[in-house]
């Protein structure tokens, strides 16, 4: 069965073509690109994912105008379905933004852009996402963000953490987040949105494939189911 994703571009994306080289290179398959102002997402979709970048040049808060573009009625209907949704940086910011994820990403506590390879902690090996990892794992998967400070009320924090929702955890300072966050999944399972980009971490001749795993754990149960 053919795999059939695609990856959402928005005004100010500039991770979407690597997402979609890291998807096609896993599932041999090319991802099908969509716009933002596009009314709805092609038919039959297996995942979909949002990239990193600077949406609308991050005016007014990160993700907060990409989150009300016309694709993303198509996308939050699609999750609430089921299908699965992954957002990389941008793409986490916007999930928060459009009630896909709790939660909200706000300005690195150092005020400085942070672009480095960090070491993450697996935390959850049950979701379709990161099954193909082993539990407290640790991976290195490097990071670019100027706003990627992890913030929630503590009812919030206490409930993500008692339902094993905390995906990845950073293992080092990295940019103020509450409890060390990096990556977090909605209550179902099926969307997953974290700050470091996998999609950079699939070929050892780029520096590393920690993030290799990620993708094809994903499509491969997908394939299978």
Known sequence: MAFRSAVITFPGSNCDRDMAVALEKVSGSAPQRVWHGDASLPDGLDFIALPGGFSYGDYLRSGAMAARSPIMKSVIAAAEKGVPVLGVCNGFQVLTESGLLPG?????????????????????TQSLFTAGYDADE??????????????????TLDRIEGEGRVAFRYLESCNGSQRDIAGILNSAGNVLGMMPHPERAIEEEHGGSDGRALFENAINGLVRA
């Not at 480095?116 to 959850?124: C, I, S, W």
């Not at 670019?144 to 009812?155: E, M, V």
């Open 138 to 155: 640790v991976i290195t998967i490097p990071v670019a963000h100027h706003d990627g400070n992890f913030f929630a009320d503590d009812a």
């Open 104 to 124: 909200a990403l706000m300005r690195n506590a150092s005020q400085n852009f942070i672009c480095r390879d960090v070491p993450l902690k697996v935390e959850n």
